[in-house]
């Protein structure tokens, strides 16, 4: 779903990570996209697949300016997660806090825009509708993908915080309930028999 759905957030986001923008991926998509144009006769009524061609170009164009800035802003010691997905354009400060929580607006907003913007385009441009519905609905999978995942990271940082107190409680427990008795200490190193063992061998024999 990444790879589809990196096709639109280029155009929805400006922060997305160096290493998310790999020109790969962006590579095989427009070629992709470039060969559905090519594919369907231009003729074709309402389908206008030269739609499809520029916003392929267009895509990969922005996707290499974001990774060009995401270089140079990583030699001027700006750090970033090389595989952060992006803001949503749609997290306005004044929402609610309820909007905002858990990448709502990138998770919900983001995918439903596209949508939308395909249903609107769909009489203009069948391919290029199209493509945006399918392209919203990966960022949706996508971004839940992304979420679980960083879900589950903070459900296991959280449990080994848990199971390290209860390892600690432990210790505690048996270091009060049974203190050690200190050994006496010597710096003699101890060799040969003891006198009372030597004494009961010299008797027997």
């Not at 009489?123 to 971004?143: C, H, N």
Request: hydrophobic share 45%; glycine share 4%; with cysteine.
């Amino acid at each position: 779903m990444r790879y589809p759905a990196m096709t639109v957030m280029v155009f929805l986001r400006r922060d997305i990570g160096y290493r998310l923008l790999a020109p790969v991926p962006m590579i095989i998509m427009t070629g992709i996209l470039m060969l559905v144009a090519a594919i369907i006769p231009p003729d074709e009524p309402g389908a206008h697949p030269e739609w499809l061609f520029w916003f392929a170009m267009i895509s990969l164009f922005l996707a290499t300016c974001q990774r060009t800035k995401r270089w140079r802003e990583f030699k001027k010691g700006i750090l970033q997660h090389t595989y952060y997905i992006g803001t949503s354009p749609f997290d306005y400060r004044w929402l609610p806090q309820f909007c905002r929580r858990f990448r709502r607006m990138a998770r919900f907003a983001d995918p439903f825009f596209c949508i939308f913007a395909g249903l609107v385009l769909l009489p203009e441009s069948t391919v290029l509708g199209f493509w945006l519905m399918i392209a919203g609905a990966a960022l949706r999978i996508f971004e839940d993908v992304v979420f679980q995942k960083e879900l589950n990271r903070d459900f296991d940082i959280l449990d080994s915080v848990i199971t390290s107190e209860v390892h600690s409680n432990t210790v505690e427990t048996f270091d009060d309930s049974a203190p050690h008795t200190p050994q006496p200490s010597s710096n003699a190193i101890p060799t040969g028999l003891a006198p009372d063992i030597e004494a009961h061998i010299r008797n027997r024999r």
